[in-house]
């Protein structure tokens, strides 16, 4: 059973920082790509980042030079590092996980998010 657990989340004034963690449950971690979207209230989910098996990373613009993304494929987990929070970051962040299986099925997972407001 493959489960996929985020933490980290909470109240944090401008310009301060958080670290959102995603621990992955299950025997596909080392194959997947993973995710963080996030989704603001009255507004669609938008791609965060994103972080290849071998750790190529990609950033939405908005968070470029603010955010990093990271995977400690001994873990099992990958880590969200946000600095310079700004009120507009204010959403809850999903991790996911997607990939092919050993037969070429693809697969998607998601986490339950966790809550991040950025206000002071």
């Known amino acids: 059973q493959v489960q996929l657990v985020e933490s980290g989340g909470g109240l944090v004034q401008p310009g301060g920082s958080l670290r959102l963690s995603c621990a992955v449950s299950?025997?596909?971690?080392?194959?997947?790509?993973m995710d963080w979207y996030r989704q603001a209230p009255g507004k669609e989910r938008e791609l965060v980042a994103s972080i290849t098996t071998v750790g190529s990373t990609v950033y939405a613009d908005s968070v470029k030079g603010r955010f990093t993304f990271s995977r400690d494929n001994a873990k099992n987990a990958v880590y969200l590092q946000m600095n310079s929070l700004k009120p507009e970051d204010t959403a809850v962040y999903y991790c996911r996980a997607y990939g092919r299986d050993y037969f070429g099925k693809t697969y998607e997972y998601w986490g339950q998010g966790t809550q991040v407001t950025v206000s002071s």
């Open positions: 299950g025997s596909i971690f080392s194959r997947s790509t």
